[in-house]
């Protein structure tokens, strides 16, 4: 099973976004998808932002992990 985390996009730069994943901020690839800015919402799996999610997704994703 593949466990993607949900993180906040806090900056960008030449392809790398900065996130904070529930405060742990680290840079991932953000080449597959268009559009992002700093205050979107990303599905980060292997260290590369791999889909945009919205403010609701995120918050549950971060509630269900905590569950574990």
Known sequence: MCVGLPAKVVSIKDG??????????????????????PGDY???HAGIAIAKITDDDASEAASVMGEL
């Open 42 to 44: 990303v599905m980060v």
């Open 16 to 37: 790398m976004a900065l996130v904070d994943a529930s405060g742990a901020k680290r840079e991932v690839s953000a080449e597959l998808l268009d559009e992002l800015d």
